[in-house]
């Protein structure tokens, strides 16, 4: 289930998180067009499947509250409590994948996708070694299609992971 790439038209994808609604809020809220399959949710923080991976299974996890600055706008403990929901989640889509390494980074810019949110990204066994690292995170080589059978069905798989304590 590595997933092969289709070209993405990042240019549409940059405007929009420029000038659009906060994506983590506007899914928080509701609203259809940022529906995202949802694996973790305890109140808090929010764990759902990344609607444009580059590596199948990539996992967004993010505080309720709307925050932009890790650093100045979590206390130490919210910090730690937000870093726990990534690694029991990172140890849910392990044990559903079985990626030969887990790449785990905070993403997003004041310029766009301030939100705060980590990406728990899988990579699978057997990917060559120069397509690995920024490479695979990168969506100017494409993102993989998924369909929303797919994400549904994986994400039964990781909330299940998450419920048996992964």
């Known amino acids: 289930m590595a997933g092969a790439r289709e070209p993405w038209d990042l240019a549409a994808y940059e405007r929009r998180a420029r000038s659009g609604r906060c994506f ?3 899914y928080l809220a509701g609203e259809p067009d940022f529906a995202h399959e949802v694996v973790y949710d305890d109140g808090p923080h929010v764990a759902f499947l ?5 590596l199948v299974g990539s996992t967004l996890v993010a505080p309720r509250r ?29 044990e559903v994948l079985g990626p030969e390494r887990t790449y785990l980074l905070s993403l997003g810019s004041a310029q766009g996708n301030a939100h705060v949110h980590w990406h728990v990204a899988p990579l699978p066994p057997g990917v060559p070694y120069e397509r690995q ?15 929303p059978d797919q994400l549904a069905a994986l994400g039964a798989r990781l909330r299940a992971a998450l419920a048996h304590g992964a």
């Open 24 to 26: 983590v809020c506007a």
């Open 66 to 94: 709307h925050v932009e600055d890790v650093v100045n706008e979590l206390t130490p403990g919210e910090y730690l409590d937000l870093q726990a929901v990534v690694h029991r989640v990172a140890r849910a889509v392990a």
């Open 50 to 54: 990344n609607r444009y991976p580059t």
């Open 133 to 147: 690292q920024y490479h695979a995170l990168m969506a100017e080589h494409g993102v993989v299609p998924q369909s």
